[in-house]
């Protein structure tokens, strides 16, 4: 079987990518997701469906790769939260649904590519959100798949009350809106969760459009490689209820998160010479920045 486009990862990107390039029902799309699938959203699991425990982070969940990592000799090794399921993490993650701030996307636009530029990206943000607090503005959308609230129904816990008081005791700013063009400040959070239930990308962006005949959803299926022929992505081989399998694709898109991405690449023979040939992986192209230079903002 070949597709259109074949999409590694049905992450938090994957979601997304698949329904938009699903919706105009003429490209063939196959979504492979290594963790399970959960089509239908009555039949979530409660870790997932709910986001009220922090189990789905913890490494004893199947939704999690359940990944370690090291950050300074003196810290030792530590649990890294990755989405293993449809959704990846914003099926597992707290739900904060916050932008990064205009001048983070400003100084991008800065180093050369000004398609990165606030002013540019703004659009897309819009687009994509359905804010049922602040509508029709510069910064926010009313009619887009993702859902937004700030504050829940209900009073504000008594802990949190204690805690705005004493940061504004000791000097700090507010703001009303963290998504807006004055993000910094003390304020409400953002969230993706309404009214209890997490609605995830898988949720918001793959679930309206499941039923076109030209998408198709796999979970459970493991990507082992990217296949290259005289130069060109032509399909993956991927692994599935124990058998070996390869799928041609006339394009591959690898979004599998920023940890197995590069890991994928370097399995395909992408990446520093020297570390593939450590683990008998012909190199095709030697590209030392693969898998180097992690930034982790938490």
């Known amino acids: 079987m070949k597709y259109d486009v074949v999409i590694v990862g049905g992450g938090a990107a994957g979601c997304v990518l698949a329904g938009r390039l699903a ?27 709910f986001g009220h425990t922090r189990f789905a982070e913890a490494q004893a969940s199947k939704h999690n790769w359940a990944l370690h990592g090291t950050i300074t000799e003196e810290q030792g090794e530590i649990h890294v939260a990755q989405g293993k399921v449809i959704g990846g ?10 932008r990064g701030f205009p001048e983070d996307f400003d100084s ?10 606030y002013e540019k990206v703004v659009p897309y943000f819009r687009k994509s959100v359905r804010d049922l607090d602040i509508q029709d503005n510069y910064c926010h959308g009313s009619d887009g798949p993702m859902p937004v609230r700030r504050r829940q129904t209900g009073p504000t ?7 705005r008081a004493a940061c504004i005791a000791a000097g700090f700013g507010t703001t009303n809106d963290k998504n807006g063009l004055h993000p910094a400040g003390l304020g409400v959070t953002p969230s993706n969760n309404i009214d209890g239930v ?8 793959l679930n309206p459009v499941r039923h076109h005949l030209n998408l198709t959803v796999r979970g ?3 990507v082992r490689k990217i296949v290259i022929e005289n130069g060109t992505a032509v399909g993956v081989e991927a692994e599935s ?5 390869r799928v041609g694709a006339e394009r591959v898109v690898l979004s599998a998160g920023a940890i197995r991405s590069p890991h994928l690449l370097m399995l395909s023979g992408i990446g520093p010479a020297d570390h593939l040939r450590e683990f008998g992986i012909p190199t095709l192209y030697h590209l030392p920045g693969v898998g180097q230079h992690l930034m982790n903002h938490l």
């Open 23 to 49: 919706a105009n029902g003429q490209t063939s799309v196959l979504l492979l997701e290594a963790g399970p699938d959960y089509p239908d959203p009555d039949n979530l699991p409660a870790d997932i469906k």
């Open 108 to 117: 991008w636009a800065a180093l050369g590519n000004d398609e990165w530029s």
């Open 241 to 245: 209820g124990g058998k070996v399998f």
């Open 198 to 205: 997490r609605v995830s990308t898988a949720m918001a962006h």
């Open 89 to 98: 993490g914003s099926s597992i993650n707290g739900q904060a649904m916050q």
């Open 157 to 163: 816990p008594a802990i949190q009350e204690a805690f």
């Open 220 to 222: 459970g299926v493991l």
